[in-house]
């Protein structure tokens, strides 16, 4: 099979999200395209395609291994996240901007064809709108999470402008799924919910009942990767920012759908230091650039993404690979 992107590198591939976007990548173009890394093993369920155990803050290594299998697409989704990110704040910086200085190096010298690199709701601050926060807008982040996803698209942008490497990026909001357990950010609280709902009908949340986030399912979180990768690059005024979002909810909104489905379904909230971290967050997203620019227009909302998920999650459990 021919891979009309090339030969596809996905760093971060046991991610949340990278080991769900590896899965989908192999379907549509086959798993002798597509490329895994990461600097853990993957999944025993990953697709049977090459890997390589790679360190994102190894410029040479990362050279080597697009030349290697003479890849011509990176989705770089190697990154330490919110939570994980405020616990060491020196490795956060690490990871995330010298791994997307070095993939956006190789791409400006290899001369790859194309680089997908994911920012984040959490690039926004207390100073930004909370309520249909604009693309364009006051970017004054306090987390070395933020810090670091603001950078990025800044250094991505400018390899666009500067260098002419074609760059694209979504902020992405909370990202939900029953693929890969919850991964070190501010919003696992929305899909650990979920798993403790069907396996024990309680969770404890370490957010408040009222705090209000901007979410989306991974099926609209691949969707939206894969409409942008597809975009025409000159249609595109923005590149690597845009907002997307596909609906916001609180936990105590979320309780209530899932007691649609598990009517006994339990909630208990004891705040932590994440609370902080999600008071500094936008509550909602204006993503209509990106409805403009490459027509974006998300699937699911909350009762559509709850019913799938309880669906999943039930049956798994009962097959006895719940997993969690």
Same mark, same amino acid.
């Given at each position: 099979?021919?891979?009309?992107?090339?030969?596809?590198?996905?760093?971060?591939?046991?991610?949340?999200?990278?080991?769900?976007?590896?899965?989908?990548?192999?379907?549509?173009?086959?798993?002798?395209?597509?490329?895994?890394?990461?600097?853990?093993?993957?999944?025993?369920?990953?697709?049977?395609?090459?890997?390589?155990?790679?360190?994102?803050?190894?410029?040479?290594?990362?050279?080597?291994?697009?030349?290697?299998?003479?890849?011509?697409?990176?989705?770089?989704?190697?990154?330490?996240?919110?939570?994980?990110?405020?616990?060491?704040?020196?490795?956060?910086?690490?990871?995330?901007?010298?791994?997307?200085? $070095? @993939?956006?190096?190789?791409?400006?010298?290899?001369?790859?064809?194309?680089?997908? %690199?994911?920012?984040? #709701?959490?690039? /926004?601050?207390?100073?930004?709108?909370?309520?249909?926060t604009p693309q364009d807008t006051i970017l004054k982040p306090k987390t070395m999470y933020g810090l670091t996803k603001v950078a990025g698209e800044l250094l991505a942008d400018y390899y666009v402008n500067r260098f002419g490497v074609d760059v694209r990026g979504c902020r992405f909001p909370g990202i939900i799924s029953h693929?890969?357990?919850?991964?070190?950010?501010?919003?696992?609280?929305?899909?650990?919910?979920?798993?403790?709902?069907?396996?024990?009908?309680?969770?404890?949340?370490?957010?408040?009942?009222?705090?209000?986030?901007?979410?989306?399912?991974?099926?609209?979180?691949?969707?939206?990767?894969?409409?942008?990768?597809?975009?025409?690059?000159?249609?595109?005024?923005?590149?690597?920012?845009? $907002? @997307?979002?596909?609906?916001?909810?609180?936990?105590?909104?979320?309780?209530?759908? %899932?007691?649609?489905? #598990?009517?006994? /379904?339990?909630?208990?909230?004891?705040?932590?230091?994440?609370?902080?971290?999600?008071?500094?967050?936008?509550?909602?997203?204006?993503?209509?650039?990106?409805?403009?620019?490459?027509?974006?227009?998300?699937?699911?909302?909350?009762?559509?993404?709850?019913?799938?998920?309880?669906?999943?999650?039930?049956?798994?459990?009962?097959?006895?690979?719940?997993?969690?």
């Amino acid at each position: 099979m021919i891979c009309k992107e090339g030969r596809i590198l996905i760093t971060g591939a046991s991610g949340q999200i990278g080991s769900e976007l590896l899965h989908a990548l192999c379907r549509k173009h086959g798993p002798d395209n597509v490329i895994a890394a990461d600097i853990q093993p993957l999944a025993a369920n990953a697709p049977a395609c090459p890997f390589e155990s790679l360190d994102v803050t190894q410029a040479e290594r990362i050279e080597e291994t697009i030349k290697k299998h003479r890849v011509e697409t990176v989705y770089h989704l190697a990154a330490i996240l919110s939570a994980n990110g405020e616990k060491n704040p020196q490795l956060a910086w690490s990871v995330n901007m010298d791994g997307t200085y $070095n @993939v956006l190096e190789a791409a400006r010298k290899l001369g790859l064809s194309r680089v997908f %690199i994911p920012s984040s #709701i959490a690039a /926004f601050g207390p100073e930004t709108p909370r309520v249909f926060t604009p693309q364009d807008t006051i970017l004054k982040p306090k987390t070395m999470y933020g810090l670091t996803k603001v950078a990025g698209e800044l250094l991505a942008d400018y390899y666009v402008n500067r260098f002419g490497v074609d760059v694209r990026g979504c902020r992405f909001p909370g990202i939900i799924s029953h693929g890969a357990l919850p991964g070190g950010g501010t919003t696992d609280y929305a899909v650990a919910i979920y798993y403790e709902a069907v396996k024990y009908g309680r969770y404890s949340c370490f957010l408040g009942p009222d705090t209000r986030l901007p979410m989306m399912y991974m099926p609209d979180c691949l969707k939206s990767i894969f409409d942008l990768m597809s975009a025409d690059f000159k249609n595109l005024r923005h590149h690597c920012d845009f $907002n @997307v979002t596909a609906m916001s909810f609180t936990p105590a909104e979320q309780a209530a759908e %899932i007691r649609r489905h #598990i009517s006994d /379904f339990e909630i208990v909230y004891r705040p932590d230091f994440r609370q902080a971290i999600a008071d500094s967050w936008p509550q909602s997203l204006d993503d209509s650039p990106a409805r403009a620019e490459w027509n974006w227009k998300p699937d699911y909302d909350l009762a559509a993404m709850t019913a799938d998920m309880i669906g999943v999650l039930t049956k798994r459990l009962a097959e006895g690979r719940l997993g969690y």
